[in-house]
């Protein structure tokens, strides 16, 4: 699949790839009203990565019901919208105008987004705010409930039990991890805000170890990403106990890696003998 925020709404990318080869396009974050965003700069370049703070710029959920979706029917590929928010209400009611939406069959929840009723600290962090959303959410939204988590936690097992406890259907991980880049010859920190997201093949070991670690403590499926530019990137994922992919960074290098990644895993799978991807999945000790 592609992950949220690198990949549009999916119709920017026709001319590289065929939607309907994509096991799941993740639309960017939506939001129940309309953000516009962090102020420039909001994205820059690291050592095996880039930083983002892009802050969530989108339409609002309506915009996308009346006008995205139409278009995104004829297109044949699979969509996810990726739903944030600023309180369990606001997740909630975003949720359950997508649910509406017959041909969108899962979302994934951005719970790394800040809590404007705790200061500010986002809701992945702890339990107690992880569980608030998915509650919310699960009692509005009867489809497929995926829910990304934010790798900015001392324990991401006991947050990933806390939201499967809530009735989250699947886990996405890993969001973006903290960073900072600075100017040295301007003496100031490079992005609008100051901090933003790390992504990229810098953060890969953390993504495994994350998803290994997940894989072994909830019963629902883990979805991994992180870092995966490569085929046996992928694999890596899948060994260590991931049943699915998201690719993102990489689509700003190569729009057609998803499909090339897609390929490359059907030939180490035939390479090795394999007759289903299940094979390899948390094979890892």
Known sequence: MTASGTFGYGLEFQDFVPLDGIGGII??????????????????????????????QNKGVDYFCEHIYPQLLPTGGTYIV????????????????VNAL????????????????????????TTKGAASVVRAVRERYNKTLIVKLSPNVTDICEIARAVEAEGADSVSLINTLMGMAVDIEKRRRVLSIGTGGLSGPAVKPVALRMVYQVARAVKIPVIGLGGIMTAEDAIEFLMCGATAIEIGTANFID??????????????????????????IETIE
């Open 102 to 125: 017959e041909q969108i069959p899962a979302i994934e929840l951005n719970i790394s987004c800040p809590n404007v009723k705790d200061g500010g600290m986002a809701f992945g962090v």
């Open 255 to 280: 729009p057609a890696v998803t499909i090339k990644v897609r390929d490359g895993i059907n030939d180490w799978l035939d390479r090795h003998g394999c007759k289903s991807v299940q094979e390899i």
């Open 82 to 97: 990726n739903v944030s928010g600023s309180s369990p209400e606001d997740y909630a009611e975003c949720a359950a105008r």
């Open 27 to 56: 639309v960017k974050g939506t939001t129940l009203r309309p953000r516009e965003g962090n102020d420039y700069p909001r994205m820059a370049e690291t050592a095996s990565g880039m930083l983002n703070c892009v802050g969530l």
